[in-house]
């Protein structure tokens, strides 16, 4: 069977193809170019000699200037700039879950005396992909779970850590803010609220995990939990899932002495 390195007359066919049905924004793709040390770009001068980044002139090339302002361009919106290619046609420009999450908190008044955590909110709520938008459940339970998060991604995984902390939240300023300070990052947030002084969040990250990864990923998980997040007691968290971390090496264990004993 011939190997993809093998075949580059294939592989640039499809990338052609693939590139010219891209939907985003003007047809683009991203390059990971690994550079020999006498060619990399170590200065700022460097970078400018061949990297673009200024918008065509509206005179010059007028047609090329709307494309890129309507299709390059993130923000910004709202009433600042109704015509943005992000606003729908009722004038509300597209949003996420979270952030009419927050917008419920603020506005609607069933959200507000809830006082609802994230995970919790879709209980009571449902949400319309087409309209982007919360609206109260009337019917049927809903279970879901919020998107994992790793230790190692950082203010991603803090941002995770204070969603399943804080009821409520009306922002992201909001999540960063403890008594009356709203500090810069979502760890500096999470550890001024005292969601970085126990094991607790790291017992509910590796409780949640054992439900679905791995024996080998959740060694992975215990090792990264050891190096970055510094655990109180690593012994006792060893403890409380040795046997899910384990249970491969149980399962061969079985197998071989079946095996054995035939």
């Known amino acids: 069977?011939?190997?993809?390195?093998?075949?580059p007359d294939l592989?640039?066919?499809v990338f052609v193809s693939k590139s010219q049905e891209l939907k985003a924004g003007l047809p683009h793709a991203h390059f990971l170019i690994i550079l020999m040390d006498g060619y990399k770009l170590l200065t700022p001068e460097s970078y400018d000699k061949i990297v673009c980044a200024e918008l065509p002139d509206p005179y010059?090339?007028?047609h090329l200037y709307k494309l890129v302002t309507k299709h390059m361009i993130h923000g910004p919106c709202g009433y600042l700039n109704p015509s943005n290619s992000c606003m729908q046609k009722e004038g509300k420009c597209k949003k996420t879950m979270l952030t009419e999450f927050f917008l419920m908190n603020t506005i609607n008044n069933d959200a507000i005396n809830l006082n609802l955590l994230y995970k919790e909110f879709p209980q009571h709520?449902?949400?319309s992909s087409s309209y982007k938008m919360w609206s109260r459940r009337k019917q049927r339970l809903s279970i879901r779970r919020i998107v994992t998060c790793h230790p190692t991604e950082g203010e991603r995984y803090y941002l995770r850590l204070l969603l399943m902390n804080v009821r409520g939240p009306k922002s992201y300023e909001d999540l960063r803010t403890m008594d009356g300070t709203c500090y810069t990052t979502f760890r500096?947030?999470?550890?001024k609220k005292g969601l970085l002084h126990s094991d607790n969040n790291l017992i509910a990250c590796m409780s949640e995990a054992v439900t679905y990864q791995m024996p080998y990923s959740l060694r992975r998980l215990f090792a990264t939990i050891l190096v970055y997040c510094n655990p109180g007691n690593p012994?006792?968290?060893?403890?409380?899932?040795e046997n899910s971390m384990s249970e491969d090496f149980k399962t061969i264990s079985n197998v071989t002495k079946i095996i054995s004993n035939a």
């Not at 069977?1 to 075949?7: F, L, S």
């Open 1 to 7: 069977m011939e190997e993809v390195q093998n075949r």
């Open 11 to 13: 592989v640039s066919r």
């Open 60 to 62: 010059i090339d007028h």
């Open 125 to 127: 709520f449902v949400w």
């Open 188 to 191: 500096e947030a999470a550890e």
């Open 235 to 241: 012994k006792d968290l060893w403890k409380n899932y």
